[in-house]
């Protein structure tokens, strides 16, 4: 499909700093842009809907998958996330370059949808350090936690099929590695 090259999957392990990196790079490049997911979590402390996610009901979800308006769709740890069709299109329409930050279900199905799209996946320096900042954010309870770890071992062993490998040591430097991925892709056909 048209305008494929401009769509970037960015995943890796819930903690690993995907939102705090991918923040930073919309910050300092503006012409990129994030698409807003769907999902059926509760709101956490300084998100906004429309905003952070279009937060959901189950039943909101449900009818929205069976219109056929979410291209993709997980169910993590309990809740279902997805991406929105309109959210994807107008992106490879306008030809603008739009990261989409979902976990590896999602990304391979975007990858097989539109081949032509880049995913790129985030690692942590460590596990150590995955658990340490994963506890630091503190808006998790330890039963998500302990979760949100043991998939962090599953999806690191997928993460060989991604087109991109970035660690995420320091977020300035790891937001100039994706930009840089996003740039080299732009000019490629
Ligand atoms: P994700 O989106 O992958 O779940 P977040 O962006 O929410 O992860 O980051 C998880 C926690 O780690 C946050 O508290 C964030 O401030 C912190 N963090 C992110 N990147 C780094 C980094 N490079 N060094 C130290 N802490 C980081
Ligand atoms: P969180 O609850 O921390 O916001 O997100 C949990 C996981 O769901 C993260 O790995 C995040 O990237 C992923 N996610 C967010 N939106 C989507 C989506 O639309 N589709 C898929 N497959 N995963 C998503």
Redesign the pocket.
Same mark, same amino acid.
């Given at each position: 499909m048209q305008g494929e090259k401009y769509l970037f999957v960015v %995943?890796g392990p %819930?903690g690993t700093g995907?939102d705090t990196v991918v923040s930073q790079l919309l910050k300092k490049h503006p012409e990129v842009h994030k698409t807003v %997911?769907?999902?059926t979590?509760a709101m956490r402390e300084g998100e906004t809907n429309g905003v952070s &996610?279009y937060f959901l009901t189950k039943d909101q979800f449900r009818s929205e998958l069976e219109a056929g308006g979410i291209v993709?769709? +997980?169910c &993590?740890c309990e809740n279902y996330? /997805? +991406?929105l069709r309109s959210e994807v299109e107008r992106y490879m329409m306008e030809q603008t370059p739009v990261i989409l930050?979902?976990?590896v279900? /999602?990304a391979g199905n975007i990858k097989r949808l539109y081949p032509d799209s880049t995913t790129i996946f985030v690692l942590p320096p460590d596990m150590k350090e995955l658990e340490h900042r994963l506890r630091c954010r503190g808006t998790e309870s330890e039963e998500v936690i302990e979760k949100r770890l043991r998939r962090a071992e599953t999806e690191i062993a997928l993460s060989a099929d991604y087109d991109e490998h970035v660690v995420n040591d320091v977020v300035d430097t790891c937001a100039d590695q994706i930009y840089s991925i996003i740039q080299d892709r732009l000019v490629r056909d």
């Open positions: %995943s %819930s995907k %997911s769907a999902t979590r &996610y993709e769709h +997980t &993590y996330y /997805g +991406t930050v979902i976990e279900e /999602g």
